[in-house]
């Protein structure tokens, strides 16, 4: 009889066919806070994170280009970064073609990212929709039909993350760019020792707190721990078949998230 395999969920050890169930439980349970939940964890800098990645990838149907972009927001649930991705190509380069998809495991969160957009200049727009996928499998998004994927905060929640990877290689265009978002490792080790003592002592409080909900904060601060460091991460996207510019990745704060790109040649 084959032994089922196990992974983490945070510091526990699960099994890999129920660490899908968990993370979905948690992000049910986190969907209506989810922008105060990345404020307490980041301290609020998550808002200055995420308009630095959309400024660094500079997206958006250029003047001269006849083809409007693919967009792929993967864990894109409360639509920030799809949005910002929208709002970018349209002021920068009057784009008002190019389309977004925004792929969430979790409905709740979608349905947030839903209500969201309402309030968007794209309410209601054929150039953007919602739908609910696994990002390792991505069984809804054709084989090199994405000119850009992007993730951020989603991926440490992954299941098998090097299958993730492989996914996003599978979704983009040749040419095609992947960006992601993430929390990672402090590269100060004095800095990273007060960090760890305000993870694991105020956020689950915190949570507690502002959320009604320790456990999911406290699940969220171990999944960052378990992580891979930035280099170990840069080495499983070039495996997933990228061309890593330089180093691969760019420190935020120090390292408390870092920006990963990699290119499909």
């Not at 149907?61 to 970064?81: H, Q, W, Y």
């Not at 009057?94 to 979608?110: C, E, R, W």
Request: with cysteine; charged share 20%.
């Amino acid at each position: 009889m084959e032994q089922s395999k196990t992974t983490h969920f945070g510091f526990k050890t699960v099994l890999e066919d129920d660490k899908e169930k968990l993370v979905r439980g948690v992000f049910s349970s986190v969907a209506s806070n989810y922008d105060v939940m990345n404020d307490v964890m980041s301290m609020g800098v998550h808002r200055l994170w995420k308009k630095h990645l959309i400024e660094k990838l500079d997206c958006g149907m250029r003047p001269n280009s006849t083809e409007p972009l693919n967009f792929l927001d993967v864990a894109g649930g409360t639509g920030d970064i799809a949005f910002g991705l929208l709002d970018h190509a349209r002021l920068n380069y009057g784009d008002n073609s190019s389309t977004m998809t925004v792929a969430d495991i979790n409905p709740d969160m979608l349905s947030e990212g839903a209500k969201r957009c309402l309030t968007t200049p794209y309410a209601n727009s054929p150039r953007i929709n919602f739908i609910e996928q696994n990002g390792q499998t991505m069984s809804a998004i054709p084989d090199n039909s994405k000119d850009v994927y992007t993730i951020a905060f989603g991926i440490r929640n992954f299941t098998d993350i090097q299958a993730g990877l492989n996914t996003a290689y599978r979704v983009l265009k040749p040419g095609g760019i992947f960006a992601c978002l993430e929390f990672s490792h402090v590269d100060n080790p004095a800095l990273d020792y007060f960090y760890q003592a305000y993870s694991f002592s105020l956020l689950p409080l915190m949570g507690q707190l502002i959320a009604n909900d320790r456990d999911s904060y406290q699940y969220l601060v171990e999944s960052i721990r378990k992580f891979p460091d930035q280099e170990t991460f840069a080495g499983m996207i070039r495996k997933a078949g990228f061309y890593v510019p330089g180093k691969g990745y760019e420190n935020l704060t120090f390292g408390i998230a870092a920006i990963h790109i990699g290119v499909k040649l």
